[in-house]
């Protein structure tokens, strides 16, 4: 091989002749197929020396490191690419990676959001269950207390007389008879009760407000009304025993009786059976009558 296909100036002349004999060599084996063996055997020695100072090998590395087959690229001009690549490889990779944490940082940003308004809703919660709470504690409180007064009221009731309760639940009944605002006490409760129903004045106007109220409401007297009736006749009869009143108390079937019974306005105005009574009639222990029986006839 010619000295000018390779760099000798700094060369020995043993690293010379080697550097010929390898070149020799290279023309040889440069049409072989791959996989051919060649009988020389290169040491580190000379492949250093070929890399070095061998332009055949230095130029195929840079066609071998050439981005494109077939192209010869100077050895700057790969360099340059190389780090050209290398930088673009880069700044693809940082952009990237910002774009995934602008995308993290906004996920980020929303669940803070939602994390504050979960922390929002939870404290408006736990604020009106504190207000249920309270209503409830004074619900409670005040059922309590409503049921202690009802015991006491009952407690009372039951102490009085037959149909003198009707007087607690009755407030337009009991104004009529003036015996609003009652004490709190049973027994001074039922002392006034008694001190105005033993007066025959009271029982007519008892007579007549019960009368209009079964009128109005097209109905017989209840049981509790009757009852109240009878307990201020036997109050009366208690100071006037020599002339006792009674209830007129007719019955169904019986005779239609103009002295003694008159018909309810909301009833048929003829019939001369009785049907029903709806409210007893007084009479004095005379025969006299003081009120006449409200009935229906038939």
């Given at each position: ?18 550097l ?34 061998f ?12 981005p ?19 930088d ?5 990779a940082?952009?990237?990676i ?24 939870l ?50 009944l ?11 006490d ?6 006034r009760?008694v ?5 025959m004045?009271?029982?007519?106007r ?5 009368k ?23 109050w ?36 001369e ?26």
């Amino acid at each position: 091989m010619a000295k000018n296909t390779h760099d000798d100036a700094e060369l020995s002349k043993d690293e010379r002749k080697r550097l010929e004999k390898l070149g020799e060599g290279w023309g040889k084996v440069s049409n072989k197929p791959f996989g051919y063996s060649s009988p020389e055997k290169i040491t580190l020695f000379d492949l250093r020396l070929l890399l070095e100072h061998f332009p055949p090998l230095r130029e195929l590395i840079r066609q071998v490191a050439a981005p494109e087959l077939g192209r010869v690229v100077p050895g700057a001009a790969v360099s340059v690419e190389w780090e050209s690549a290398r930088d673009e490889a880069a700044e693809a990779a940082q952009t990237e990676i910002e774009a995934e944490c602008d995308a993290l940082q906004t996920q980020l940003n929303a669940s803070q959001h939602d994390a504050a308004d979960l922390r929002r809703q939870l404290a408006e919660e736990q604020q009106r269950r504190g207000q249920m709470e309270q209503e409830v504690q004074r619900l409670r409180q005040q059922l309590e207390h409503q049921t202690q007064a009802l015991a006491r009221q009952r407690q009372q009731q039951s102490t009085f007389p037959p149909g003198v309760a009707l007087l607690g639940g009755n407030s337009a009944l009991a104004v009529r008879l003036g015996l609003t605002d009652l004490p709190g006490d049973a027994t001074g409760a039922l002392i006034r009760v008694v001190a105005v129903l033993a007066q025959m004045s009271s029982i007519e106007r008892l007579w007549d407000a019960l009368k209009e109220n079964c009128e109005r409401e097209r109905r017989p007297a209840s049981a509790e009304e009757v009852a109240l009736l009878q307990t201020a006749l036997d109050w009366h009869n208690h100071n006037w025993s020599r002339k006792p009143f009674a209830l007129h108390r007719p019955v169904a079937g019986a005779v239609f009786d103009f002295n003694k019974e008159q018909r309810a306005v909301s009833t048929p105005p003829t019939g001369e059976t009785l049907s029903a009574v709806w409210l007893p009639g007084i009479m004095a222990s005379s025969g006299s009558v003081q009120k006449k029986a409200l009935v229906a006839t038939l």
